[in-house]
Structures are given as structure tokens and as C-alpha cells.
């Protein structure tokens, strides 16, 4: 019961962590110890297996991509050498979170929420600097023998809310996980310092160090304004007055006088929330696009109209808006995804072009696969996804789109190798095992090279259990 209750109280922590004393805390005191990186390996494998299962995921390749390059813009500024793994959770309360390994969750109601791209970066530096000032592993020395899987998938429950964190570890330990929760909400040392770390980020990787404070000051406002709706986020991040002031003293210390918001691509973003997810846009931000934002509105609508009935796209506005932003990737997508529509092929150019502008954007590689499928060009689609995928860190969607194409060739063998290095890429063991097991029963003799390489990632995952079976 011990070990089972320092599980609950960790998970607790990264779910309800609170705001913080006025000092920062001492990082060499005694009672914060740390679980060894092989715990927080595996437990940040089963988070990832438990988000990919059972929660719902926008794997909308523009969205995820964007908010993956804000991430790794302020990774770049931690001085870490860890890798962040950015997912974009389907659900339109207004929060985020950092789980283990350096999984981070923002919430589509967060991105359709922010009025600027620094407000939105505001927010990922917070939850970023949660996991490198390490403040799970520094709450609680983890125990080898608790469940990883069930303790993922309750700690996935809490952060993303969609149950009610005293009734889930009542579940596991009765009347103690209310009392748990409460004195966690009271722990105000870790959201002090990621707040702290997080401005730092912020104005190293160019943001406004003051969008912190100002984003929250105007969440909090807003709630005070309509009763009975204040976002999820200020239940899990306070606000008070010495937060909001202690977060405009740390960005004073920064000088901001030459910047410059940008905010274009984050419009078109929200926009594409309205097709994509379950959070919706209010009437004020549709009434107050811009000219070329309410052209990529309006094609978007017609884009995902088309297999339904007739509509009509307006092309030359999108060149419009092509030669008023030409640094905006999100426009030129739009163009080649609705020349594809139109069975046009001078959008594999479009493509090309993309790429080779974008080499490290892993929804262009995507979306161009897509569209050599969908123009007959299947063979070429599968050379693109084999050659490029290893290169990207997020290969998921990539290699569940390689499954597809071989599915459709009736290729079983290559169907379930590639549907096992996208639930190997999740941290999905178990599901991995088993697929590359079903891979080799359904390779062919002259499959030796294929083999081998199965052969390679089991000796890496260990001996495999024949009693496993996949989640």
C-alpha cells in the first residue's frame, strides 16, 4: 500500500500542481529524489500507449505540425539535450500538460483560446520547464513493481480531464486520494519554478516574455467576468495577484522592445480547429479575419465539402494570399490539397517545392504521400514514406499511413511491420511485439533483409512474451 500510495501521490502532482512559495526551491534538498531514467522511460511509454488508446488525439497533420515547431523552438532554448514528444489533445477546455519523458499535451480549447502565437508559446514553455526542472522525478522515488500501463493510463485520465481525479484514485486506494489531491493543490513549489524557467524559454526562443502573465491575468479576468466558466487551466495553474506579479518581475528582466508579434499562422490554425476537432471558434474571431484569412476559410470549408456535394473553390484568392504571405506554408498546402481534390497533378510540384523549403515538416511529407495515393501514384507514395519517415522524430502518422498502402496492396507482411514502427514510435511495446510476431508469419522467404530487421528491433524490446497481447 506504501509504494501504491507514493504512485498516487506522483501522479497527483502532475496533475493538480499548484502555485508555488516566493523562493525557489532548494534543488539539493534531501527529500526530493529521484526515479532512475529507465522508470521514466517505460512510464512515458505507457502515457503515450494510454493517449494513442484511449483519448482522442487531433492528428490533423497542419496542427500538430505548427504546434511541434513552436515545442521545439523552446526546447532549443533549454540547454537540455532530452527529447519532447508534442501531441495536440482533442478537447476543447482550455488547458495543458507535461506528462512523463517529456510528453507534452496542449488542448485544442487552448489553441482556439489564445489571442496571439506568443500567448499560446507562453503556455508550452510553462509545461516545458516543468519537465526539465524534472519535477515528477524529483517528487516521489518511483517503484519498479507498480503497474506501469494502469498507473499511465490514470495519470493520462487526470491531466487530460476526462475524469474526476479524487474518484479515480479513490479507485486504487479508497478514501486517501481526496485528502492526496488536496494537499498536492496546496504544493505551490514547482509552478513558481516552471513559471520562472518557462519566461526565460519564452524570451530566448523570441517571444514576448510578458505573453505569460498576460494570457492568464486575461483568463482569470474573463472568468471573473462570466461565472461558472472558468477554464479548466486555472483550476490546475491559480492565479493570484504574487503570481501575476512575480511573472511581470521575471520578464522585466528580459528587453522586449523589438518585437514583433506574428500571429498569421496561428489564425489559420484556429481556423482549422472548426473542421478538425470539437472546439469551435466564437463569432468574434470568424468576424474579424482578415481578407486572406476568410479566403482560406471559405476554400477549407469547401475543401472538406467536396466529397459531399459540388462546391466551388476560389484558387486565385489563394494566390492572392500566396503572394502576400509567402513564408505562410499553410496557404500553399491548402492550394495543392484542393488541386488534388481536382485530380490536378501539378500539385505533386507544389509538393516538391514544400519540401525542399521545408525539409524538417513532417505533415508536408504526409500530405504529399496522400495526394500520390489519391492521384494512382500508390508505389511512389510508399518510396516517399520509406525513404523519409526515419528521418523525423514523430513517425506515427507516417508509418500508419505506409500500413494503408500496403493494406491496400494485400501485402500482410509489410502491413504489420509498418502498423508496428508506429506503435513502437508511441512507446507501444506490447502492440509492437505482437505485430512484428504476425510481420513474420506473413513475410515470404525472399523477405530476408526484412527479417532481419525484424529480427533486430525484438532483440532490442528483449525476449518476447508469448503471453502478451495487444492493447
Known amino acids: ?22 523562493n525557489l526551491p532548494d534543488l539539493g534538498a534531501p527529500d526530493l529524489k529521484d526515479y532512475d531514467a529507465q522508470t521514466e522511460t517505460q512510464l512515458g511509454q505507457a502515457f503515450s500507449t494510454a493517449l494513442h488508446t484511449y483519448y482522442d488525439l487531433d492528428y490533423d497533420p497542419e496542427t500538430l505540425s505548427y504546434i511541434r515547431r513552436i515545442g ?6 533549454t540547454g537540455k539535450s532530452r527529447y519532447f514528444n508534442f501531441f495536440v ?7 495543458a500538460f507535461a506528462g512523463p519523458n517529456g510528453i507534452i499535451g496542449i488542448h485544442t480549447g ?4 489564445a489571442r496571439s502565437e506568443d500567448e499560446l508559446a507562453s503556455v508550452i514553455a510553462h509545461e516545458v520547464a516543468h519537465v526539465t526542472q524534472r519535477h515528477l522525478s524529483r517528487t516521489y522515488e518511483y517503484q519498479s513493481e507498480i503497474n506501469m500501463t494502469s498507473i499511465a493510463s490514470l495519470i493520462a485520465a487526470i491531466l487530460i480531464g476526462t475524469q474526476d481525479p479524487s474518484a479515480g484514485i479513490a479507485t486504487y486506494m479508497g478514501g486517501m486520494g481526496l485528502s492526496i489531491q488536496q494537499q498536492l493543490k496546496n504544493s505551490r513549489i514547482h509552478e513558481n519554478e516552471a513559471d520562472y524557467f518557462g519566461i526565460e524559454y519564452l524570451n530566448e526562443a523570441g517571444y514576448n516574455p510578458y505573453a505569460m502573465g498576460d494570457f492568464f491575468a486575461r483568463l482569470s479576468k474573463e472568468a471573473q467576468i462570466y461565472e461558472g ?18 511573472a511581470d518581475d521575471r ?3 528580459f528587453n522586449d522592445a523589438s518585437r514583433k508579434e506574428e500571429n498569421a499562422t496561428l489564425a489559420l490554425i484556429q481556423l482549422r480547429l472548426n473542421f478538425t476537432t470539437r472546439t469551435t471558434l466564437d463569432d468574434f474571431q470568424i468576424k474579424n479575419l482578415t481578407n486572406d484569412q476568410a479566403c482560406y476559410l471559405k476554400n477549407l470549408k469547401a475543401l472538406y465539402a467536396y466529397q459531399n456535394q459540388t462546391v466551388s473553390f476560389d484558387r486565385p484568392c489563394l494566390d492572392s494570399a500566396i503572394e502576400s504571405h509567402p ?10 490539397q484542393i488541386k488534388v481534390a481536382q485530380n490536378d497533378a501539378t500539385a505533386l510540384k507544389d509538393y516538391d517545392y514544400l519540401e525542399a523549403i521545408y525539409p524538417s515538416d513532417f505533415s508536408i511529407v504526409y500530405l504529399h504521400a496522400k495526394a500520390l495515393s489519391t492521384l494512382g501514384k500508390r508505389e511512389q507514395a510508399i518510396k516517399l514514406l520509406e525513404t523519409q519517415t526515419p528521418s523525423f522524430h514523430y513517425q506515427y502518422m507516417l508509418y500508419s499511413e505506409l500500413a494503408k498502402l500496403y493494406a491496400e496492396k494485400q501485402d500482410r507482411g509489410r502491413t504489420y511491420y509498418y502498423d508496428a514502427l508506429a506503435s513502437y514510435n508511441i512507446g507501444n511495446t506490447a502492440k509492437t511485439i505482437y505485430l512484428l510476431k504476425q510481420a513474420k508469419q506473413n513475410l515470404s522467404a525472399k523477405d530476408v533483409k526484412l527479417k532481419e530487421k525484424i529480427k533486430r528491433l525484438e532483440t532490442e524490446l528483449g525476449p518476447m512474451d508469448k503471453k502478451r497481447q495487444p492493447s
Open 1 to 22: 500500500m506504501t509504494k501504491l500510495f507514493r504512485a498516487a501521490f506522483l501522479l497527483l502532482f502532475i496533475a493538480s500542481t499548484s502555485w508555488a512559495s516566493n
Open 72 to 77: 521545439e523552438k523552446i526546447t532549443s532554448q
Open 89 to 95: 489533445i482533442d478537447n476543447p477546455e482550455i488547458n
Open 110 to 113: 487552448l489553441i482556439a483560446s
Open 229 to 246: 466558466s472558468m477554464p479548466e487551466i486555472l483550476s490546475t495553474h491559480p492565479v493570484t495577484a504574487n503570481r501575476l506579479a512575480k
Open 251 to 253: 520578464a522585466r528582466q
Open 327 to 336: 513564408n505562410e506554408r499553410l496557404y500553399r498546402l491548402l492550394k495543392a
